[in-house]
């Protein structure tokens, strides 16, 4: 019971790269989201999926770019890179809303 | 749009205290309620839930009800551990027709460390 996955755990990035974060989870849940933190912060919602072929973008999308092309992957992609995304991110997924289940996060880092 | 307001941290606490952490939201309609833990150098987990008015969510001694009339969902616990130093955070889930609304809103979070 994987639950959901994330890779890589950590990456340093050099400005104007781009790279994909993945996220797959294996409990056919159709909700998935994007979440960035911030050293010290709370938890900002970049991009959200309420099913295969639907995807929404949330309270920070600027950068960055998803695709949902089956309901277990969820991949994350980052454009250009810049100082600004440098953070935490969470992948999460759920089945109702009522429980949400988060990976372990991706420490990125753009230098 | 939906909101969630908690109290600011660091919260430092020695083992043993109560705790309570402060939670006030904004959204439309009846939401579901959410306190989530986060503990050093780990992903959140879902620590209790409550769904509707009056609602009293509970887990591992910490508990939050739910409250329609002051749109509140503080979390508390009696006797905090030192094992229990982490982030806090309250969240919710509004309820609208359009799928594409209910989306998991969460507050800023609140750190605790608990001395012993």
């Known amino acids: 019971n994987a639950g959901v996955t994330q890779t890589p755990k950590f990456r340093i990035l050099k400005i104007g790269q781009s790279m994909t974060l993945q996220c797959t989870q294996d409990?056919?849940?159709?909700?998935m989201y994007w979440y960035r933190q911030d050293p010290g912060m709370g938890l900002k919602l970049i991009y959200y999926s309420v099913g295969a072929g639907i995807t929404d973008k949330g309270e920070v999308p600027n950068g960055y770019n998803v695709s949902r092309s089956t309901t277990e992957d969820f991949p994350l992609r980052l454009e250009l890179a810049a100082p600004s995304q440098t953070s935490v991110y969470f992948c999460?997924?759920?089945?109702?809303?009522?429980?949400?289940?988060f990976g372990s996060g991706t420490r990125l880092t753009v230098v | 749009g939906d909101s969630v307001t908690q109290m600011e941290g660091p919260v430092t606490l020695s083992e043993e205290a109560f705790l309570t952490i402060n939670c006030t939201y904004t959204a439309t309609g009846y939401p579901s309620l959410f306190w989530y833990v986060q503990y050093p150098g780990e992903g959140l987990q879902l620590l209790l839930k409550?769904?509707?008015?009056?609602d009293k969510g509970s887990n591992k001694g910490f508990e939050a009800t739910y409250r329609k009339e002051t749109t509140s969902f503080h979390l508390e616990k009696g006797s905090v551990q030192v094992s229990d130093s982490a982030v806090y955070f309250c969240a919710l889930v509004g309820r609208y027709r359009q799928a594409a609304g209910n989306k998991l809103t969460f507050g800023g979070g609140t750190r605790v460390l608990v001395k012993p």
């Open positions: 409990m056919n849940h159709n909700y």
């Open positions: 999460a997924s759920s089945y109702d809303l009522q429980v949400c289940t």
């Open positions: 409550a769904t509707k008015a009056d």
